[in-house]
């Protein structure tokens, strides 16, 4: 008994190989961005909107917590998101 137990013990230290799965070129297709880097401009805009929507935030979050005060924090992370990407376009 004590000679299978100590077959059991035995553990393989080799890490197992890492699998990747491969992306369809159809959807590979879609992650690719061939943007430039931002300007001087485009970050000026980026960091003055991320200011104003975190103020704004900060002053959403002192509303009673409940689901009308979520969806306003919600709408001002989408405002924010839009303004991103106007700003990067």
Request: charged share 20%; net charge negative.
């Amino acid at each position: 008994m004590a000679a299978r137990a100590a077959q059991n013990d035995t553990t393989d230290s080799t890490p197992e190989p890492e699998v990747k799965t491969p992306i369809p070129a159809e959807l590979a297709a879609s992650y690719v961005t061939n943007t430039p880097d931002p300007t001087a401009d485009q970050l000026a805009v980026v960091r003055q909107v991320t200011g104003v929507i975190a103020t704004a935030s900060e002053q959403f979050a002192l509303l009673p917590a409940g689901a009308h005060r979520d969806r306003a924090i919600l709408a001002l992370e989408e405002a924010a998101m839009w303004g991103y990407k106007a700003a990067l376009a």
